[in-house]
């Protein structure tokens, strides 16, 4: 096939070296054949028929044959090769804007050609197509039999080559069906061999609808495959950790029983609950690796402070890493001020520390003298050695991602990870991506909360807003002004935010004249930001305005009032972390959701889910149906995707079902098995693990 653009689709191609063909493969993960193989189309074209010029439709793609009758380089605007082709029926214009003189002599008068393109309204009345794809047409090349795939691809990578490429792994790859014939039946699923053929090339009467929309029997196949391929993996990963031990914490102290003897409440029901499955974990002699989910409120970092303390009993060191260093540095405040007064030494480490602070810090956990550390991701990236680090603590881990939290847990060696996070993993997600894990679920908020008023207002009756904050201020409480990134064109993000938040800060300072007001965005330093908090927290400051920052974690008990700016802008994880910062005393707290108008119709949505539903799990549940999985499982920041054609919503009960076979697989194929990940997975085999 020649074409027309230089360098581009399927025009001649400058060869490109073994290097940048290398590179570009990469770029799309292909290396082994296998990989070829499992590389399907994103559509296809039929170029199995040939249409009279006639019939030909404006926008419609279709194949037409005929005779160039006058060719011509001409100059309108810009250079530009304009051809005359007729066969029985009509004519058609193709024009070119980028040519090799090669293709002009392959497109002079009398040359019979066979072009593929989508056809529009000519200059001059009649149709055109440009820069269609085009072949010479004699007997030496008979018209396909198949549809033409076209295939995900990279720039400078041509379809042909791709083509070419992935023909010859099918090919060369040993095409048998790892699964046996019964379970293939009982599961109603196309033959592999067949299904990956009929992806790849399938015949011109299938149906090209069903096709591109991923449906039909033989994408139902590869679809659970590749969720077969994960389910594997998943149980692979699992087993390996069971048959690692790792040290049983068994304290040789009291140190729990003291701290929560020194705590000014009782555990909840499910807070002891959740409590007796760490110990056990802690206790069993195998790698704990348990996630502990409970909606913002329901009391986690107790749980976190109740399992350090039993690794630092029974002799080792912990670790507490959160997200931001605001979430951490509160962390390390609100244990040190729980554990020290019971002879525990608690050090802080995050990535703005001095170097000498940093050094000594890390001195400390080398030697042992430190026995919790709490921190920001500095704690893994750092280098940081630990004498005897018994328990990793990971807290809102889905901040973390998927990737992410893949390169935690190699970093962090520790025998025992603790994860905790606010925001419920929805059930597709617990069976695919986390089906790893042990979870506990905090399903009870702590006695005497009230919950949280949600409001909607409009931007146009601030006022009102306005007075009920003077209002709440005046009667002792305290309130959080929250705004988002304003988007002004060019600044980076943490300009944005400065700008944001600023800009925000006077307005309220003008409105608020008789109010105490405190600001606090990500773009302060460190120190900053921990004072302002503080003085929030000790009631020196009766409104904070603030950016995200205080998203997660942050915990005041005497702010009962939320107004959050343009909230149509946020995410529902994030208006419910939120609004979760309100509603910790015993107070009626409300929380106003200021909107413009108009609203997209999804900012609709979103902000009637927040004004409906208070429970963190409905909210994610929604949350998911509305976004999709990807940015729930981190995928941005990982840049991995790491489902290529199931989609965990859509395929739901395909994955129940892969679930089942991975484990019958597992036990009465163990071979089988290992070969269908092998061919799935290959490199990639440990971010599935994840
Ligand atoms: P989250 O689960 O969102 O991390 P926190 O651990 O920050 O919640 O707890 C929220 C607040 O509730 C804190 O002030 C904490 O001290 C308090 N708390 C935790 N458990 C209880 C309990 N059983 N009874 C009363 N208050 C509790
Ligand atoms: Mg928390």
Redesign the pocket.
Known sequence: MTGARPGGGDGAPRPAGRDVRAAQLARLGLRTDWDFVLHLPLRYVDETRVVPIAELRVGEEAQVEGEVVAAQVVHRGRRQLLVRLADASGELVLRFLNFYPSQVKALAAGRRVRVFGSARGGAIGGLEMVHPRMRAADEATPLPTRLTPIYPTTEGLPQHWLRARIERALRDVDLTDCLPAALRVRHGLAPLAAALRELHQPPPEADLDALSARCGPHWRRVKFDELLAQQISLRLARARRASHSAPPLLPAGDLAERLLASLP????EA?RRVRAEVEADLASGTPMQRLVQ?????????IAALAAARAIDAGFQAALMAPTEILAEQHFR?IAQWLEPLGVRVAWLAGKLKAAEKRAVQAAVAQGAAQLVVGTQALVQENVRFARLGLAII?EQHRFGVAQRLALREAAVAPHLLM?S?TPIPRTLAMSYYADLDVSV?DEL???RSPVVTKLVSTARRDEVLARVRNEVARGRQAYWVCPLVDDGDAGDGERELTAATQMFEAARAALPDVRLGLLHGQLPAAEKNAVMQRFAAGAIDVLVATTVIEV?V?V?NASLMVIEHAQRFGLAQLHQLR?RIG?GSRESYCVLLFDEPLSEAARERLRVIYETTDGFEVARRDLQLRGPGEFLGRRQSGAPLLRFADLERDAALIEAARDAAAELLRDHPAAAHEHVRRWLGSRAALAGA
């Open positions: 409440f009782r555990l909840t807070q409970g909606d913002v409120g329901s009391g986690k970092t107790v609100r807290d905790l606010a905090i702590p006695p005497g974690g915990d008990p979760g910790r």
